[in-house]
């Protein structure tokens, strides 16, 4: 996420001056390990899971809710196929912000 620095601030030995333009990445930060124990291992059920997905703060997105319930239940009804099998090798999107296939082809049996 693009930002624009507001005041002067130092981050991690760096100085930061009001009006320099600063690219954020959520997703690294959604893998950092000082956060969440194993970053890489995909668990649903994790505890104390401040992740960025959504942003934080001013700019927390107001589609949060839609967008989690689309994702359950788009879950549910693709969890009732036993077997999955994948079509193709996906395609990656070339989009530094969004990290993901451009599709993907899937048969559900
Ligand atoms: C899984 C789905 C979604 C994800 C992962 C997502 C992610 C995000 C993120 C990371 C931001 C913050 C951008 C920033 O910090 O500059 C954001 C902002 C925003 N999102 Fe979403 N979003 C999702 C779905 C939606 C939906 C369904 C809507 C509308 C119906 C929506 C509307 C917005 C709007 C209007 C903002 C700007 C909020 C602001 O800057 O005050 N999003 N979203």
């Known amino acids: 996420m693009g930002r624009v620095a507001r005041v002067d601030f ?3 030995d760096q100085q930061v001056k009001a ?3 600063l690219f954020l990445s959520f997703a690294g930060a959604n893998r950092d390990e000082s956060q969440f124990p194993e970053p890489d291992r995909f668990d649903i059920g994790r505890a104390d899971n401040r992740h960025l997905g959504f942003s934080t703060g001013p700019h927390y997105c107001i589609g949060a809710a839609l967008g989690r319930l ?4 788009a879950l549910e009804a693709l969890l ?8 193709e090798l996906p395609a990656w999107l ?3 912000t969004v990290r ?3 599709s ?3 048969a559900l049996g």
């Open 10 to 12: 130092e981050w991690h």
């Open 19 to 21: 009006g320099d333009r």
């Open 70 to 73: 689309e994702a359950r239940l």
């Open 80 to 87: 009732r196929f036993p077997r999955w099998e994948l079509r």
């Open 94 to 96: 070339d989009n530094l």
């Open 100 to 102: 993901g296939p451009k």
């Open 104 to 106: 993907l082809r899937v």
